[in-house]
Nanobody, 125 residues
């Protein structure tokens, strides 16, 4: 079992930066791939970024490539999402997720086993 708690969301102007954190509890944290999704009002939840358990491999949605960076610190049981050059279209609730259960496509939210409660990110124009 893994429990996830996100923090770091807030209100920022276009072009600004935020760093989201996801604190995890549970014995298998260090062996789980982790990810971030987001959901804007009236839209489906969409994949943002993912990272392997070792941190050696990452994947990003095209819409955030070059602007967002996912990282993890297994000793601190924390996953981060550094978001730079933020745009109004990045406004959403951001969710931390863990364990894709061996699914081949991390882009599908149904693949992931554990979810946090989410943190709101609002980018003003």
């Amino acid at each position: 079992q893994v429990q996830l708690v996100e923090s770091g969301g807030g209100l920022v102007q276009t072009g600004g930066s935020l760093r989201l954190s996801c604190a995890a509890s549970g014995r298998t944290f260090s062996r789980n791939a982790m990810g971030w999704f987001r959901q804007a009002p009236g839209k489906e939840r969409e994949f943002v970024a993912g990272i392997t358990w070792s941190g050696g491999s990452t994947i990003y949605a095209d819409s955030v490539k070059g602007r967002f960076t996912i990282s993890r610190n297994n000793a601190e049981r924390t996953v981060y999402l550094q978001m730079n050059s933020l745009k109004p279209e990045d406004t959403a609730i951001y969710y931390c997720t863990a364990d894709p259960r061996g699914g081949s496509s991390w882009y599908a939210s149904l693949v992931w086993a554990y979810w946090g409660q989410g943190t709101q990110v609002t980018v003003s124009s």
